[in-house]
């Protein structure tokens, strides 16, 4: 004997339930199908005996028949209360199914609320704030020191020595432009612009701010 055999389930215990309850309606399915072939029988020997005269014979199996009929109604009766078991064996797994998911949610919402402490969150939320404006504030600082460096130490005149060469490069490429826009005449002044002029003088004056 096995004593250290697991305990079924809730589900498997409504499972094994449902099968013995369908093994049962089966059974009693069977033995009023036997009960019918043997009325059926007992019917026609009533018949035969009433034929031949034997009423004696025929009060007897006509006393079986009734006692035959009154079975056949407990099967049905009994048939009833399988299926009514069996819805109700049905229900009960249904409910169980559903308060063991309201338990899981119940549990995870419990865990959620102990991860999810609004204080802690605002302020954690505080923190990072205060350290973003920190950092914010000590980038600024640190480039505010590297470009008064950069001026001191006479680096200016190679920035705008490249940024002067960058603006040669980009003249070809301007006058490249401008020689294919429509000419405006120099000797008058005021003189309106076309789309494209604008567009390139934009550009340049960018550049060189």
Known sequence: MNFFKKAPTVKE????????LR??????ERDKAALEREEKKLEMEIKKMAKEGNNEGC???AKQLVQMRKQKTRIYAANSKIASVQVHNKTMGANIAIAGAMGTTAKTMGTMNKVMNPHQIAKDMEAFKQANAKMDMTDEMISDTLDDIMTESGDEEETEGIVSQVLDEIGIEISGKMADAPSVSRNKVGASTTDADKELMAQLAKLRS
């Open 13 to 20: 215990q409504q499972r094994q339930n449902d099968r013995e």
């Open 23 to 28: 093994k049962a309606g089966r059974d009693l």
């Open 59 to 61: 009060k007897i199996l």
